[in-house]
């Protein structure tokens, strides 16, 4: 287990793959890096075994087996990029998926936010043409089509890609790598701004994803990436990010390094604050790139000084991930004993890394609630935690709600208030357990 090391640099090094156990088919597959094939890899912290996060359960599949796959977070000694192995295919994953993005409000504004500054920063006009890799249900590109330009959407999800069409916007159903980039250009021409939002993580290919990046966008071209900064996670403790569907964890240095694999340059760097702490990188081709901003090398600077340029940086996470599950489950236990109740809300993929690692089932929570109809009766995947309408929880009046999806901590605060009325409190578990009155 990794948290027998977590404070010894030295010793966190131990747990190193050789490059004999890459076979797809092993049940130990995969270790060598995907970026820079080092058979180094360095355990940072292990969660043990879960279902995907996704895969949700309808009722007649409770009674059927439910695989589970490791997930354990490790970093390169030659690239540091940190990853977990490839062992969920993303097209089982992704050909129909269970995440809407226009279900958030706070999400929805944040894309409208970002159209606006972009079209501004980069003079698009009604000649301009916008790509959008991993585009789900239009959320973003909606904002596009009002404004007249041209765009398309990249969308492996057969059910979301759906959706979007229906909202007026073209959609390609495809994965993205080096040939459907190359098909795109030649069909359509080539981008303008190409965006890739949330989705830098999701891809096991990071060569042939970046590779259909740099088909897709012109010679004079951006690229736009949004990407949760692996520095947030690891200070704030938000391991429950850590998912089968995120291969790896981007330093501003490690996106360069794979941008660099394809001819594209990081010109710019922005910190969010969205995902608990998110990096947006701008790029171009190397040819019209220029030298970095100085945003870039402030945000590099800060990452060099938090050791995670070095193996010192990740010692010490495993114990504070520890710290994390003992205190959410020190809570519920106790909750339990005073016999209050505690419900859940959201049903987001970070939900289920975080009540798989913890063990918590229905008997600590008895449900949870979403706003998206497609999870509503359902359960969690490997916790079997019921999904209902989020008017369930005004019925019960619950004394605690634990909100999973606590990177939309504003938003579902204000959601949530109305459980005052009755002496509700909210729980946040990370990044340490806060309960709080809404």
């Known amino acids: 287990m990794a948290g027998d090391s977590e404070e010894d640099p030295a010793r966190l090094s131990s747990d190193r793959w050789t490059s004999g156990q890459t076979t797809a088919g ?18 940072v912290v292990d969660l043990g075994a879960s279902p995907p996060c996704e895969s949700f359960l309808s009722e007649a599949e409770l009674d059927r087996p439910e695989p589970t796959y490791p997930l354990h977070l490790r970093v390169c000694a030659d690239c540091r990029l940190a990853q977990i192995p490839p ?7 992704f050909t129909e998926y269970a995440y809407f993005s226009s279900f958030s409000r706070s999400w929805l504004a944040h894309a409208g936010k970002f159209a606006d500054e972009a079209v501004t920063r980069l003079g698009l006009d009604q000649g301009s ?44 159903t495809a994965f993205l790598d080096a040939a459907t980039g190359e098909a795109v250009r030649r069909d359509h021409g080539a981008a303008d701004l190409v965006v890739a939002n949330n989705v830098y993580a999701h891809i096991p290919d990071i060569l042939g994803f970046t590779a259909g990046l740099r088909a ?3 010679d004079d071209g951006w690229v736009s990436i949004e990407v949760q900064h692996l520095l ?14 995120h291969f790896q964890y981007y330093t501003v240095a490690t996106a360069r390094r794979a941008l660099a694999t394809a001819g594209l340059s990081v010109v710019d760097v922005e910190r969010l604050e969205t995902h608990g702490g998110s990096i947006r990188l701008w790029a171009r081709p190397d040819a019209v790139a220029g030298p970095p901003s100085e945003r870039v090398h402030a945000v590099l600077t800060e990452e060099k000084a938090a050791g995670l340029h070095e193996l010192s940086g ?49 008997d600590l929570l008895p449900y949870t609630v979403d706003r998206n109809p497609y999870k509503q009766g359902r359960y969690t995947p490997g916790t079997r935690v019921p999904i209902f309408d989020p008017a369930r929880i005004a019925e019960d009046r619950p004394d605690y709600v634990l909100v999973l999806p606590w990177n939309l901590r504003a938003e579902l605060t204000r959601q949530l208030a109305p459980i005052a009325e009755w002496g509700g409190r909210l729980v946040f578990p990370i990044p340490r357990l806060e309960v709080v009155s809404p």
């Open 232 to 245: 947030s996670l690891l200070e704030l403790n938000q391991y429950d990010t850590i998912y089968h569907e």
């Open 314 to 362: 990740y010692a010490g996470f495993a114990r504070r991930v520890s710290d994390v599950r003992v205190d959410l489950l020190d809570f519920l236990v106790q909750a339990r004993r005073r016999g209050e109740r505690v419900v859940g809300y959201g049903a987001p993929g970070k939900g289920n890394t975080l009540l798989n690692h913890c063990g918590i089932r229905p």
């Open 129 to 172: 043409f916008v790509v959008e890799v991993a585009s789900n249900d239009g959320y973003l590109l909606r904002d596009i089509v009002r404004r007249g330009l041209r765009c398309l959407g990249i969308e492996p999800s057969v059910n979301v890609g759906e959706a979007a069409r229906e909202a007026g916007v073209p959609t390609l």
């Open 216 to 218: 897709l966008v012109a």
């Open 26 to 43: 092993d049940s130990r597959a995969a270790l060598a890096c995907r970026l820079c094939g080092s058979a180094d890899l360095v355990s």
């Open 87 to 93: 062992l969920i295919d993303p097209v089982e994953t």
